[in-house]
């Protein structure tokens, strides 16, 4: 409706990269996820609450956007949240100082939060296309239009302002890994070390399973941290040293692969599970765990 589907849409072709680069690939990722865990942020996570997830989805596929491009803008909208906050926090330290209190700081800050929230999940949806080589960009003129059909008041200057605010915010750092990048790397090392390992109908799977594991984060990890504490009610400490957890993106893509390979065929996903094992590291029972909690809430979902 606001931007036709590119007719080269993501039909990857895996088995084409040589071996050393799929190395250094896979190593880089490696050190950034573990970069990353070292240094989650208190907010991580808040920006990926299924209301917001559903939204980008739907966002992407209303303007003809590869499927990716929505994880792309979720990583840039949270990054840029989590430092836009912070920054507002502090210019209300100088207000508090003056005699404001902080229940009207912190009002202030929700506020102007709620305010522009879906202006910013917007611009994230248009930083990302412009990052993806399958998707037609989402400029202003089609933002607009979109904007106009959904009757959100707002010019083109305000959406203007909302990607710049947020190119800025971030520095312009905007190249981070999303979860698709772990899956499909880690698919086409499993294909280079097993040519029997039918990648292709996997990454198909495999797109269904993330999009499920996203749109019911909240449900699956917290299902996982009961399964980890043994503990039907974990406490606040538990909850914040699992966090890493949540956001280790090697261990997601394992997992969603691990559960596509189970639905495929199930005589063989112990197999492929020891190989990803193998690729990774990750033990094969935190694997299996991940796969069984994700399988138990898919077969629950469906039944219901």
Not at 198 to 212: D, G, I, K, N, Y
Not at 259 to 282: D, N, Q, R
Request: glycine fraction near 4%; include cysteine; proline fraction near 3%.
């Amino acid at each position: 409706m606001f931007s036709s589907p590119t007719k080269e849409q993501r039909n990857l072709r895996f088995g084409l990269v040589s071996l050393d680069i799929l190395t250094d690939i896979l190593s880089n990722l490696n050190k950034r996820n573990k970069s990353n865990l070292e240094n989650v942020p208190d907010l991580c996570g808040c920006l990926k609450e299924r209301r917001i997830v559903e939204c980008v989805f739907r966002l992407c596929e209303e303007l003809g956007l590869n499927p990716v491009v929505g994880y792309q803008a979720i990583e840039i909208l949270e990054r840029f949240t989590a430092k836009y906050i912070e920054d507002l926090i502090h210019s209300q330290k100088g207000q508090r100082m003056q005699g404001a209190s902080s229940e009207d700081a912190e009002d202030l800050i929700f506020q102007t939060l709620k305010k522009k929230l879906f202006l910013f999940i917007l611009s994230s949806v248009q930083i990302a296309s412009k990052l993806d080589l399958y998707s037609n960009v989402v400029n202003n003129d089609i933002a607009m239009r979109f904007l106009q059909a959904v009757n959100y008041p707002s010019s083109k200057q305000q959406l203007l302002h909302s990607e710049i605010l947020i190119l800025k915010t971030l520095n312009f750092n905007l190249n981070v890994p999303n979860p698709v990048t772990y899956v499909e790397t880690l698919l086409e090392v499993l294909g280079h070390n097993d040519a029997t390992v039918p990648v292709s109908q996997l990454h198909r799977l495999c797109v269904r399973v993330l999009q499920f594991i996203y749109l019911q984060r909240e449900t699956i990890y917290t299902s996982l941290l009961i399964s980890a504490t043994g503990c039907p009610s974990p406490s606040d400490e538990q909850r914040a040293k699992f966090v890493s957890v949540t956001e280790d993106f090697m261990l997601l893509g394992v997992g969603v692969i691990a559960v596509a390979a189970f639905i495929h065929h199930i005589s063989t996903w112990e197999k492929v599970v020891e190989e990803l094992t193998g690729i990774t590291g990750i033990s094969g029972q935190s694997i299996m765990d991940f796969a069984y909690v994700t399988l138990t809430h898919i077969t629950k979902t469906k039944s219901m």
